[in-house]
């Protein structure tokens, strides 16, 4: 109820799968793409309606000596059966929901390069990633992502790993404040804000 237009839906019977294929590789560069989809029922708590999902997806992952590249085009159709507005959706949980357009499309870019000489006790892999979900719904702003990013492997024991990301982000719920809960769906104040995080991981 926090939320605006925020809607009250559970998702079930999911069926995922995904397909890929190697086109080559050697010790110069690699090529492989794949296809993916994911298929659901959403039903509404409050009409007692099944609506439904469908995600499909096509994917690239590429490699030129230290350079490796990565790209995906999702396309979003998500229809609730909601007794209200039914062009966006409520997703999350507890107290961190928010809303998401029904329908758009996302395109992800990245490129990065690993570093042939360690930096200190780490093996560094710099990337930069640009996103968009650009919305179906005339009106809604598109939301933007620009990761400028670094993979810190520790040599001694490689399932050490520390991400360390600068961010800047348009209509994005994760970056800046006062985007939150419709970020994602009509926008934000489609400003540019900037964000700075640091991951750490250990991989067993």
Sequence with gaps: PYVPFG???HERNMV???????FFKNDVASFKAGVSGWFSQVHNLDTNKNGHKAMEAVHFDATYYNWGFKGIYVRQDIRAKNPGRDDMITIGGYDGS????????????????????PIGPFDLTPYLNYSAFIKDKSGFKTTQRWIFGGAW????DPRLVIYSEAILGKNDPYV???????GLAQGGDNKWKKSFIINIGYYF
């Design 98 to 117: 928010y809303n998401l357009a029904a329908k758009g499309n996302l395109v992800s870019g990245e490129v990065n390069y690993k570093i042939p000489q």
């Design 176 to 182: 800046g404040a006062g985007q939150y809960s419709s």
């Design 16 to 22: 995922v799968g995904r397909v890929e294929h190697t």
């Design 153 to 156: 492997t520790f040599k001694k």
């Design 7 to 9: 809607s009250n839906n």
